[in-house]
């Protein structure tokens, strides 16, 4: 079975969960020994040296467009060279029309795996203006004509659902995110938490993720305020969907910082083994997202052994077990797909009480971290997701 998978991040360009999980997923369904796929890879930038990895440039003609249009330009590129598969996998509107058209060119299946909704992510109109009317009309268009659409969690198919009601329940299926259990462990290297301005003997609460409206970044700037004065607050945070976000957080810091100390910013992408002793010195990891369909960076956290203090939205509540391997923080939200809390001061201090709680009790926290560790193991490892994945192939192709 030849299986194209389409993508638009892929090592060494991944920015976000989507392109962890289509990097991870491609190792574990080629190294299943016996049953391993013949799996090509189209994905997006410049070329890669990977043996069956093909890369795709936005075509010379588009090179000032729009950035919906120079996506558009390269789904029809990987879309012709997809001639030859049995089945194509398309993960995020990015590479859903490649999928599509593929399908539609070729006369083969088409599996879209759905890692976030574009109606779900309104604030992505500021990054992409009239091109997130294309995104949404790519991601619905293809979405509905596939023969199978996946989910990432429970609460990213009750999405799916809600947003899509003409899609088939029965062609939608729950396919969880992994973690590779090998690379992301817990590493004890204080020495390289103090070279990043981070002291390891302090309590610390730290934040992995982008600068974009999704993460709720904002909202956790404020609630540091209510932080005891001991405790420091470490924000991985880079790549701003646009500059007033980035406008907003930088000033969020710098009041914070205004009266405390320990607020250390890391605005670049830190290699693995630095970014796994920084969450294994965490005192807690913090996900503030006020839409994540699973949240891979929460399973990242939980294999380096760091509690999570997680908001009850979206699939955390499944990856985040409260009381066992962390806490969820209730996150009552609006009805109109920004996903802004109904009650911002109140989640911003349930936030903040919830981090308190994990702060004061340390070898409670430690306890709950060896939780999340286990269950990381359990129920999330890359070669369970694989088998589940081929499972679905199958059954596509069997009609």
């Given at each position: 079975?030849?299986?194209d998978l389409l993508t638009r991040e892929y090592p060494p360009d991944v920015y976000g969960g989507a392109g962890v999980h289509a990097a991870e997923l491609v190792k574990a369904l080629r190294r299943s020994g016996e049953q391993a796929i013949d799996v090509v890879v189209r994905c997006f930038g410049a070329a890669r040296d990977e043996p069956g990895t093909f890369a795709y440039d936005v075509p010379a003609g588009l090179g000032d467009a729009n950035g919906a249009?120079?996506?558009?330009?390269?789904?029809?590129?990987?879309?012709?060279?997809?001639?030859?598969?049995?089945?194509?996998?398309?993960?995020?509107?990015?590479?859903?029309?490649?999928?599509?058209?593929?399908?539609?060119?070729?006369?083969?299946?088409?599996v879209a795996t759905a890692h976030s909704l574009e109606p779900l992510r309104p604030w992505k109109a500021e990054q992409l203006g009239g091109g997130y009317r294309l995104s949404s009309w790519i991601e619905r268009e293809s979405l509905g004509a596939a023969d199978a659409v996946v989910a990432v969690s429970e609460g990213m198919r009750r999405d799916l659902l809600r947003v899509y009601p003409d899609l088939d329940p029965e062609r939608v299926q729950v396919v969880y995110n992994g973690i590779d259990l090998d690379a992301w462990r817990p590493v004890h290297a204080p020495d390289a938490v103090r070279s990043l301005g981070v002291d390891p003997d302090r309590p610390s609460v730290v934040f992995v993720g982008r600068i974009t409206r999704q993460k709720g970044l904002p909202y956790l700037l404020r609630a540091a305020r209510l932080l005891p004065p001991d405790v420091q607050l470490v924000l991985c945070a880079g790549a701003p969907d646009t500059p007033e976000i980035l406008a907003e957080v930088e000033a969020l810091v710098a009041e914070l910082r205004q009266t405390r100390d320990g607020v250390v910013w890391i605005d670049r992408h830190l290699p693995r083994h630095e970014l796994c002793a920084v969450l294994s010195a965490a005192?807690?990891?913090?996900?503030?997202?006020?839409?994540?369909?699973?949240?891979?960076?929460?399973?990242?956290?939980?294999?380096?052994?760091?509690?999570?203090?997680?908001?009850?939205?979206?699939?955390?509540?499944?990856?985040?077990a409260h009381g066992t391997t962390g806490a969820i923080v209730p996150l009552d939200q609006l009805d109109d797909g920004t996903g802004t809390p109904t009650d911002p001061d109140r989640f911003v201090a349930d936030l903040a009480a919830a981090l308190i709680e994990m702060v004061a009790e340390p070898d409670r926290a430690r306890a709950l971290g060896e939780a999340g560790r286990r269950r990381a193991e359990d129920e999330f490892s890359w070669l369970a997701i694989a088998d589940r994945t081929r499972a679905l192939y199958a059954d596509v192709l069997a009609g």
């Open positions: 079975m030849r299986v249009l120079q996506t558009m330009g390269v789904d029809l590129e990987i879309a012709r060279d997809a001639a030859g598969a049995d089945l194509v996998h398309s993960h995020t509107w990015y590479a859903n029309l490649a999928g599509h058209v593929a399908k539609l060119l070729h006369g083969i299946p088409h005192t807690t990891f913090v996900c503030p997202s006020v839409y994540e369909p699973l949240g891979i960076v929460n399973l990242e956290a939980m294999a380096c052994g760091a509690p999570v203090v997680g908001t009850g939205t979206g699939g955390i509540p499944e990856v985040v």
